[in-house]
């Protein structure tokens, strides 16, 4: 059996992220804080999420079926029932943990490359890939350059569909010398994080059907105090999942680009006068010598 | 006794005018404060560090006036890319023709300007070329720019 801590919960499974049970891990550990004292144990992931759980193991002969039904669950009749410290799920499992995997779907992979170009002209190939990208829907993310040295390097943004097809076309711009290209694949960790989330807000919601039961200042005092707790950590994962699913949707491309030529402006060589004098008035001389 | 007492009077006068010949003679506006005053150059500045240098270079070629303003107007602008803004005839305190020449450049990312006034007094063995330089940063300098002319004018050879 695997037991894995996901915010406030605890994930237990076995092998897969199917048959993955939540427990409070708050009201777990702090079993006997009376009013506070809930639990989740052995209920399934309800919502989108249960959709991914399901598994034909799930249909199993012998199988425990889920407890209840979470949302229809009376408050106080959860805590009513400590919960225990460690999962009270069902029958243990003979074989060892699997890799846990999120149910069939797309997978959800960054995209990120880097590739050196040597081109003819610098300033004209950033330019030409910059309305490229903007014709692909992507942006420009970063851009700098030294027109004394011939280099620049461009950071893309492109839809993740388009990635691929954009590192191709470099090779029109010139010779591409160095390419690298990394995909991360993030399927599970956004499952978790998905998970994590709904466990979180359902925890939220519970405590707050607790806070409207609560009479005494002290239960209120510690709901409140658990729900700003709860909500700080909803916060923290909607945004990991808002980086994520941006990341996901848009990859990421550095482009370097240099070229041999000779820089296209040198800066004027100040030639000193044929007059001493001269050379001895200025705004510069007065400035330095004054 | 008569005959001593010209001949120390006459020394005095020659010492006297010899002393004042060796300073340049040129009084900058009130809001300058005068920090040199030697035989051949001035320096006076404001609080804010506008600058005022007068000096005298020796110009043995006898170049003349036009054709040192014309030098210097080219070295400014071709060689050091300085904007120049006008350029224009004047005259010092004796009546003596000269040529003011203002531009403006960037030095450390401020805008500063100048004005400088040439003016070219003859020598029995060689020329005098008296070079009034005037630069501050843009605010500045057109705050004193009426003032500086104003001295300029006044200036004696």
Same mark, same amino acid.
């Given at each position: 059996m695997r037991q894995r801590h996901a915010g406030n919960a605890v994930v237990v499974g076995e092998g897969s992220s199917e048959e993955s049970t939540i427990i409070d891990a708050t009201s777990s550990a702090e079993g006997s804080r009376g009013f506070l004292d809930f639990a989740f144990s052995d209920m399934r992931v309800e919502g989108k999420l249960a959709k991914r759980s399901e598994s034909p193991r799930d249909s199993m002969p012998g199988r425990s079926a889920p407890m209840g039904n979470f949302a229809g669950s009376p408050p106080m009749a959860a805590a009513d029932s400590p919960a225990p410290l460690t999962p009270a799920v069902g029958p243990p499992a003979p074989k060892p943990a699997e890799t846990p995997t999120p149910a069939a779907g797309p997978r959800l992979v960054i995209y990120r490359g880097d590739a050196t170009v040597l081109v003819a002209a610098v300033e004209e190939s950033v330019k030409k890939l910059s309305t490229r990208v903007a014709e692909l829907t992507g942006y420009v993310e970063n851009q700098n350059g030294n027109a004394g040295e011939n280099r620049a390097s461009v950071t893309l943004r492109v839809p993740a569909e388009r990635f691929h097809s954009l590192v191709e076309e470099l090779g029109t711009y010139g010779q591409v010398t160095q390419k690298n290209i990394s995909a991360t694949d993030v399927t599970k960790q956004v499952f978790d994080v998905e998970l994590r989330l709904e466990t979180a807000e359902r925890s939220r919601q519970r405590l707050l059907d607790l806070l409207k039961l609560a009479t005494k200042m002290e239960e209120i005092l510690k709901i409140e105090a658990e729900v700003r707790r709860l909500t700080d950590e909803i916060e923290g994962m909607k945004g990991e999942l808002r980086f994520l699913r941006d990341q996901v949707a848009f990859s990421t491309l550095t482009v370097n680009f240099y070229s041999n030529a000779p820089p296209p402006t040198s800066p004027p060589h100040r030639t000193s006068s044929r007059f001493g004098w001269i050379n001895d008035v200025g705004i510069d001389q007065v400035e330095q010598t004054f | 006794m008569r005959i001593q007492r010209r001949s120390i009077a006459t020394l005095v006068f020659s010492l006297l005018a010899v002393s004042s010949a060796s300073c340049i003679s040129f009084d900058p506006p009130k809001s300058f404060l005068v920090t040199w005053r030697g035989a051949a150059d001035l320096k006076a500045i404001t609080p804010d560090e506008s600058k005022l240098w007068v000096r005298n270079f020796p110009d !043995? *070629? +006898? %170049?003349g006036l036009s054709f040192w303003v014309e030098a210097l107007k080219r070295d400014f602008v *071709?060689? +050091? %890319?300085? !904007?120049?803004i006008s350029d224009a005839a004047i005259k010092d305190g004796a009546g003596t023709a000269g040529h003011e020449v203002l531009v403006e450049s960037t030095v450390g990312g401020r805008p500063m300007r100048e004005l400088l006034c040439v003016f070219v007094y003859g020598g029995l063995f060689e020329d005098n070329i008296r070079v009034v330089e005037f630069v501050a940063d843009k605010t500045a300098f057109d705050r004193e720019l009426t003032s500086v002319r104003t001295s300029v004018s006044a200036m004696r050879p």
């Amino acid at each position: 059996m695997r037991q894995r801590h996901a915010g406030n919960a605890v994930v237990v499974g076995e092998g897969s992220s199917e048959e993955s049970t939540i427990i409070d891990a708050t009201s777990s550990a702090e079993g006997s804080r009376g009013f506070l004292d809930f639990a989740f144990s052995d209920m399934r992931v309800e919502g989108k999420l249960a959709k991914r759980s399901e598994s034909p193991r799930d249909s199993m002969p012998g199988r425990s079926a889920p407890m209840g039904n979470f949302a229809g669950s009376p408050p106080m009749a959860a805590a009513d029932s400590p919960a225990p410290l460690t999962p009270a799920v069902g029958p243990p499992a003979p074989k060892p943990a699997e890799t846990p995997t999120p149910a069939a779907g797309p997978r959800l992979v960054i995209y990120r490359g880097d590739a050196t170009v040597l081109v003819a002209a610098v300033e004209e190939s950033v330019k030409k890939l910059s309305t490229r990208v903007a014709e692909l829907t992507g942006y420009v993310e970063n851009q700098n350059g030294n027109a004394g040295e011939n280099r620049a390097s461009v950071t893309l943004r492109v839809p993740a569909e388009r990635f691929h097809s954009l590192v191709e076309e470099l090779g029109t711009y010139g010779q591409v010398t160095q390419k690298n290209i990394s995909a991360t694949d993030v399927t599970k960790q956004v499952f978790d994080v998905e998970l994590r989330l709904e466990t979180a807000e359902r925890s939220r919601q519970r405590l707050l059907d607790l806070l409207k039961l609560a009479t005494k200042m002290e239960e209120i005092l510690k709901i409140e105090a658990e729900v700003r707790r709860l909500t700080d950590e909803i916060e923290g994962m909607k945004g990991e999942l808002r980086f994520l699913r941006d990341q996901v949707a848009f990859s990421t491309l550095t482009v370097n680009f240099y070229s041999n030529a000779p820089p296209p402006t040198s800066p004027p060589h100040r030639t000193s006068s044929r007059f001493g004098w001269i050379n001895d008035v200025g705004i510069d001389q007065v400035e330095q010598t004054f | 006794m008569r005959i001593q007492r010209r001949s120390i009077a006459t020394l005095v006068f020659s010492l006297l005018a010899v002393s004042s010949a060796s300073c340049i003679s040129f009084d900058p506006p009130k809001s300058f404060l005068v920090t040199w005053r030697g035989a051949a150059d001035l320096k006076a500045i404001t609080p804010d560090e506008s600058k005022l240098w007068v000096r005298n270079f020796p110009d !043995v *070629d +006898r %170049g003349g006036l036009s054709f040192w303003v014309e030098a210097l107007k080219r070295d400014f602008v *071709d060689n +050091r %890319g300085y !904007v120049l803004i006008s350029d224009a005839a004047i005259k010092d305190g004796a009546g003596t023709a000269g040529h003011e020449v203002l531009v403006e450049s960037t030095v450390g990312g401020r805008p500063m300007r100048e004005l400088l006034c040439v003016f070219v007094y003859g020598g029995l063995f060689e020329d005098n070329i008296r070079v009034v330089e005037f630069v501050a940063d843009k605010t500045a300098f057109d705050r004193e720019l009426t003032s500086v002319r104003t001295s300029v004018s006044a200036m004696r050879p």
